[in-house]
């Protein structure tokens, strides 16, 4: 893979993807969870604009692109934005690139709408570069990166066999048909025709499949989906019950009582949502922020009022006693 600067590793989280994706100037969209797969769920979160995928990479034994007899992907895949991946530690800001750049109903901001146009007649390899050339893209995804003296985020996690490795993958409707859009294969996977109204569940199949291939023991899975952001979908909906609630006629009592609770229920959700933004928000701070030299000084203070010994003294104490205990259960279960 090449290395166009430096790459970090950041957190699999909905808060950290939602202010990436504000980062790089999109405006209307958040990341949530999805902890399960049943249609209530997935209801409460529509409008769905893709879903990500992130699972235990095990090599190339993916999902690949149907090929004709040249080698060559079969049918036009011209009308989507494929790149490869070309740099690691991107695969979770490739994932949602592959959304966004395929989406016509978003406002992606001035300069990812330049990046798209820009690149629209590139090969997926030379997208792939593109997104490793973007300063805007590698310094928003560089701005999560944790504060940590201690911790080297730019390694490559292929370096050691030994240690786990993630892989992100996005699926989304582009034209009529379900795709599949992996950087780390030759091209874009077409799952088959899906509607609006049914490829969350044709997509949500496919991802079983794939988690059907890992033992029962796996669970290194996560599946997060891009919506439309909630506060302003909120409010979009409060200024329709608004609307509605002026053209009701005085003697609509008990139509006029119905509105009333759904736009309560609405200024609830509204709050809950903005609360979960701040939280997100502080949270992406604290990522962020290196609290060494604060743990520094606090020691350098209890060393000074010489409380540091007798707290260093009781923890190895109570390491002792926490090890003698596990020692001796371990051997009454033999």
Not at 10 to 34: A, C
């Amino acid at each position: 893979m090449a290395e166009a600067g430096n790459w970090c590793l950041i957190e699999s989280d909905p808060g950290v993807f939602t202010e990436l994706i504000s980062g790089m100037g999109v405006r209307g969209v958040q990341v949530e969870e999805i902890w399960s797969l049943d249609e209530s769920t997935m209801e409460q979160l529509k409008p769905i604009l893709g879903l990500i995928f992130l699972f235990k990479w095990q090599g190339a034994s993916g999902s690949e692109p149907n090929v004709s007899s040249t080698g060559e992907p079969e049918g036009s895949t011209d009308h989507i934005f494929f790149a490869n991946q070309v740099i690691q530690n991107a695969c979770a800001t490739q994932a949602i690139l592959s959304i966004l750049l395929n989406r016509d109903d978003l406002d992606l901001g001035q300069e990812l709408r330049n990046f798209k146009e820009f690149t629209g007649d590139f090969p997926p390899d030379m997208k792939g570069l593109a997104i490793s050339n973007s300063d805007l893209i590698r310094s928003v995804h560089n701005s999560f990166a944790r504060s940590d003296p201690f911790v080297n985020e730019i390694q490559d996690p292929r370096a050691s066999k030994d240690e786990d490795l993630f892989h992100f993958i996005a699926y989304l409707p582009i034209h009529g048909a379900l795709y599949e859009l992996d950087g780390l294969s030759r091209g874009p996977v077409n799952l088959g025709a899906c509607t609006d109204d049914n490829w969350v569940t044709k997509a949500n199949e496919a991802i079983m499949s794939r988690m059907e291939k890992y033992g029962a023991s796996e669970l290194h899975f996560s599946l997060m989906a891009l919506t439309k952001d909630r506060i302003e979908l909120y409010q979009e909906q409060m200024e329709e019950v608004d609307g509605m609630l002026l053209s009701l006629p005085d003697d609509a009592i008990e139509e006029r009582r119905r509105l009333d609770e759904d736009r309560n229920l609405l200024a609830h959700k509204l709050q809950l949502e903005k609360e979960k933004r701040a939280r997100w928000h502080r949270e992406n701070q604290l990522r962020k922020h290196n609290f060494v030299p604060m743990i520094y000084e606090l020691l350098k203070k209890l060393a000074e009022r010489k409380e540091l010994d007798p707290l260093i003294t009781t923890a190895k104490e109570k390491a002792t006693t926490r090890a003698a205990e596990k020692a001796k259960k371990k051997a009454e279960n033999q």
